[in-house]
């Protein structure tokens, strides 16, 4: 994350009164601050994301020779949860191998918190007004990601096969790849096409993402019907700054999307991961409370309160 040139103590100061700002709005709600590992002993099975790798010179067996750096909190934390944590919070440094630019960096700061109880959107509105407290009011727009490819690009998301997503990636983006499936079609039209006119002097709520999407969310209906992904992304000036679900509390469900997650990455040529035995073993002895998270990148919302 490269911020704008800045007189350094200024810039540090103006952090520090970000992150305390942070604290206040969650303290203020009795939702608890915490601390997890920053290494674990699963990587991410995201076909999308891809972990640092850290070896183990004190190795005794294969078991322990190498962790990985946490792309998110997000097991470790949802295991607290699972022990009975209630609501918690974490702000924390996150690894991800991506290639430096504007808007990546291979090590960043994260926001990650945990509401027991909330639904889906309440847990939108809690993001909202965390980030109305950060950088002021604004208007807000919230729209399905259905609604988003047929006002932008006149696509139906649900339907559109691969065929015709590829005809409509490579007319707007000069790409060259063919066989991919449909996902990575969709990302490229997402994120070239669609992502850069959000958020423009709004805050723009993407939401109702497809079931192949769901990542770590839980299913519904929408209300045209439709199964859709209980999951949001926020954006600002063209900017994705949180990413949350309504959670999944199944644990023989995660256990299939994380076996999937691993079909996924064969079929595109990425070696599996093993599943994250740690969390799946939280859900399935304690079980995971009904709730909502959110993860925000925190580097972002700085730069864009600059």
Known sequence: MRLPPC???????????????????????????????????YPASDPQLCNFRVDNPLAVSDKAAHFYLQTSPESAMKQLLARGSGSIYQLCQAFRVDPPGALHAMEFTLLEWYRLGFDFDEIISDTLSLVATLLGDRKVEVISYFDIFLRELSLDPLLAGKNELRDAAKRRVDVDMDDVDEQIWLDLLFSHCIAPQLGQGCYTVIRDFPPQQAAMAELAIDAKGNQVAARF?????????????????????????????????QARGIAPVEIDKGLLASMREHGLPACAGVALGVDRLLMLAQ
């Not at 007189?7 to 970000?18: E, K, S």
């Not at 063209?238 to 999307?257: C, F, H, M, S, T």
């Open 7 to 41: 007189d350094t103590q200024a810039l540090l100061a103006r952090r520090a009164r970000f992150l305390r700002a942070i604290r206040s709005f969650f303290d203020a709600q009795a939702v608890t601050e915490v601390t997890t590992p920053q290494m674990g002993a």
């Open 233 to 265: 992304e926020l954006f600002i000036e063209g900017v994705e700054i949180a990413n949350g679900y309504k959670e999944l509390i199944d644990w023989r469900e995660q256990q299939r999307r994380f076996e999937q997650d691993n079909k996924t990455r």
